[in-house]
C-alpha cells in the first residue's frame, strides 16, 4: 500500500510539474573567430535569455570571408549547411546569383515595427541584390588611418594636426623611417583581398567596372593613380613588403608610424598595443577630396534554413544582431562601425561609448564616404580578387612598374569575367 501511495504521489507530481516547451535550435555560422567569436557569445547568451525557447548552436567557424564562403557554397541544400551564416558584402551577390540563401523581404514587410528599429534604407541597400533582401548588414567598416603619436613627435610631426594628404604622409612616413632602430615608416595592408586597393580606387573618384558591367574600368587614370601612390608608398614612404600579420606585429610593436587598415581590427589593435605608445586614429586620406568614396567591409547576416519554424527565430535572430544590443556589442568589440542608425544615437547603446572611446571616432565619421564593396559578376569573383592581389604583390615588391601592374591585373580581371559581360 506505501508502495502503491509512493507512486502515485510521484505520479501526481509528474503531472503537475508544468512542461517545458520545446526548444528551436538553429545552428549558426560566422567567419573570422578572431574578430568575432567573443562578440558572438555575448550576443548570442543575450538572445536565448530574451527567448528560451531557442537554442543557438555555433557551427566551426571560418578563418575568411572568402572560406566561409565556399563552405557554404558547399554545403548548399544539404543537410550540414547552417540554418545562417555571416556573409562578406562583397560575396553577396555570388549567393544571389546562385539562389543560395532566403530573401529577407517578406519577412520585413510583415514586420510593422521594423522601421523603427534603426534600420536605414542605405544600410539595407548594403545587403540587396537582383532585387532581394540577401540579409542585414551586422559588421561595416572602412579603412582608417593609425598612427603612432609617439614616433610622429620623434620625426618633428604634429599628432594633434596630422596630414590629409597623400603627399604629406608619404614625406612623415620618411621621416619616421629614418629615426633608424629598426622603425618603419608606414604600412598599408593591401593584402588578402582587393579591398584596400578599391579604397584607392574609390577614394580617386574611379570604379572596378563600367556601370553595364561589360568591361574593366579601374584601368583608367583613377585605377593608375592607385597603383602608383602605392608604388610611391615603397619608394618614398619606405613601406617594405611585410606579410598582413607582420604588418600588424610591427604596428603593435611600436616599430611602425602609420599604418592603414580597416576599422574593424581597432580592437585587436588596441590590446596588442597595451601600453607601450600612444596610440592614435584619424580620417583615412582620400586622393581626390571631392569625388573621393571608401569601401565598406564587413559582413551581413544570411538566412539560409526553408523550415517555418526556423525561419521565424533565425528571423529574429538576424534583427538581434544587426539591431541596436547586437551593435552595441559588435562596435566595442571589434571597431566596426554601426549598421543600425538607432545603435549609435541612442545613450542606451553607443552613443556615450563614442564619447568617451576617441579612438572609435574615426570610422564613425566616415560614415558618409561609405559605399558599397564592389562584387564582381559572375562564378569566378575569388579568382578576380586573388588575380588583383598577386600584380599588386609584383607591385609592392617592386617587380614592375604601376603601368604594367595595371595592364596585367586589367587582362587578367577580363579573361575571369563572365562572357556574356564581355563587349
Known sequence: MRRWLAGLAAG?????????????????HYPMPGFFKSVMETISTEYMKQNPDVKITFASPSPTYEEGLQLILRQANSADMPDMSFIGLNRLRVLAERGVGVDLKPFIAKDAGFKDEGFSETLLNLARFNGKQMGLAFAASNPIFYYNADLVRKA???PEHMPTKW??????????????????????????????????????????????????AFDGPEGLAALTLLDRMVKEGKMPALTSDAMVQSFTAGKMGLFF????????IINGVGGK???RTTKMPVINAEKGRLPTGGNAAVMFTKDPKKQEAVYKFIKFVAGPFGQSVVVPGTGYVPTNELAAKDDRFLKTFYEKNPLYQAGL?????????????????????????????????QKVTPEQALKAMSQDVTKLLPKGNLP
Do not use: C, H
Not at 501526481?12 to 549558426?28: G, M
Open 12 to 28: 501526481l507530481a509528474f503531472l503537475a510539474t508544468p512542461v517545458r516547451a520545446e526548444q528551436t535550435e538553429i545552428v549558426v
Open 156 to 158: 618633428g610631426g604634429d
Open 365 to 397: 565619421s566616415q560614415l558618409d564616404l561609405m559605399i558599397p564593396w564592389y562584387s564582381f559578376p559572375g562564378n569566378n569573383g575569388v579568382k578576380v580578387t586573388q588575380s588583383m592581389v598577386d600584380n599588386i604583390a609584383q607591385l609592392v615588391e
Open 167 to 216: 603627399d604629406d604622409v608619404l614625406k612623415l612616413a620618411a621621416k619616421i623611417d629614418a629615426l633608424g632602430d629598426g622603425t618603419v615608416g608606414m604600412g598599408y595592408r593591401w593584402m588578402g583581398d582587393d579591398w584596400m586597393f578599391s579604397a584607392l580606387l574609390f577614394g580617386n573618384g574611379g570604379t572596378m567596372l563600367t556601370a553595364d558591367e561589360k568591361k574593366v
Open 277 to 279: 605608445f600612444d596610440l
Open 261 to 268: 587598415w580597416t576599422t574593424g581590427g581597432l580592437k585587436s
